[in-house]
């Protein structure tokens, strides 16, 4: 029961994500589109969560927990930074779309993007995944994608022209606008953030391996509590995949 409700919510996670990527293509340029770090993770999301919908009669190995754990780390973020903090920035247009009475497909996209996705892929996440099976080094490697992006934001706004449109996609990340200084503590900040989500994932992950091994003999054995002689069978690795 709980595969098969860990799927649907794969399944759910992957509809979501491709369903707003293709709604904000059709909105604007694939070039200004995909340089969101939204746009990426729910790429990310789509791709990492459709094996167990693709093969749902078969048992992993699909992903490696570092893996999924990471892009899950990047979509929560992209929920949180948007609820806490972007969503007053599509007010105006949220509300001009009501008084008319027509679909904002871009308030569409960014729910789906922002909201659905998140929720389901950690749902789906915590159904689905093998756990404790996460460790400190692989929390430290989730931070490389998000230091990646920042390099390549500042380069592509350094490369297009001044006044371009969305030459930065996010105003906390406006150097135009703010200078250096400003986007550097704003970058810290968001530095904090994912350290926080990682060391929160990890914590989930062994919260769940304590919780789950307790009642599933099988996980105890991929956790460790049993006989060695145990902790591998038919030759198939224990533990190290993301979906059972």
Same mark, same amino acid.
């Given at each position: 029961m709980r595969r098969r409700v860990g799927v649907g919510f794969s399944a759910i996670a992957c509809a979501a994500a @491709?369903?707003?990527?293709? +709604?904000?293509?059709?909105?604007? #340029?694939?070039?200004?589109? &995909?340089?969101?770090?939204?746009?990426? #993770?729910? +790429?990310?999301?789509?791709?990492? %969560?459709?094996?167990?919908? &693709?093969? @749902?009669?078969?048992?992993?190995?699909?992903?490696?927990?570092? %893996?999924?754990?990471? @892009? *899950?780390?990047?979509? *929560? @973020?992209?929920?949180?930074?948007?609820?806490?903090?972007?969503?007053? %920035?599509?007010?105006?247009?949220?509300?001009?779309? +009501?008084? =008319?009475? #027509?679909?904002? !497909?871009?308030?569409?996209?960014?729910?789906?993007?922002?909201?659905? =996705?998140? +929720? #389901?892929?950690?749902?789906? !996440?915590?159904?689905?995944?093998?756990?404790?099976? *996460?460790?400190?080094?692989?929390?430290?490697? !989730? *931070?490389?994608?998000p230091f990646a992006y920042l390099m390549f934001t500042l380069l592509r706004g350094e490369l297009l022209e001044p006044g371009a449109r969305a030459r930065y996609p996010y105003p906390v990340l406006d150097v135009a606008r703010y200078g250096y200084a400003v986007v550097l503590g704003n970058s810290l900040l968001f530095a904090l953030a994912f350290s926080t989500g990682a060391l929160a994932i990890l914590a989930v992950d062994g919260l769940l391996g304590r919780l789950r091994g307790a009642c599933d003999p099988q996980v105890r054995l991929r956790l460790g509590d049993g006989p060695p002689r145990r902790l591998e069978q038919d030759g198939q690795s224990t533990g190290r995949n993301l979906f059972e």
């Open positions: @491709v369903t707003g990527v293709v +709604i904000a293509l059709a909105e604007g #340029s694939a070039h200004r589109v &995909l340089a969101y770090f939204t746009i990426q #993770s729910n +790429i990310l999301v789509a791709v990492t %969560f459709a094996p167990p919908v &693709l093969r @749902v009669r078969a048992r992993g190995p699909w992903w490696e927990p570092r %893996f999924a754990g990471g @892009v *899950l780390l990047a979509v *929560l @973020v992209t929920g949180l930074v948007y609820h806490l903090y972007l969503y007053e %920035f599509g007010a105006e247009e949220r509300g001009g779309a +009501i008084a =008319t009475g #027509s679909v904002d !497909w871009r308030t569409v996209s960014c729910q789906l993007l922002h909201t659905v =996705t998140p +929720i #389901s892929a950690t749902v789906a !996440w915590a159904l689905l995944t093998t756990p404790g099976g *996460l460790r400190p080094r692989h929390a430290a490697q !989730w *931070l490389l994608y």
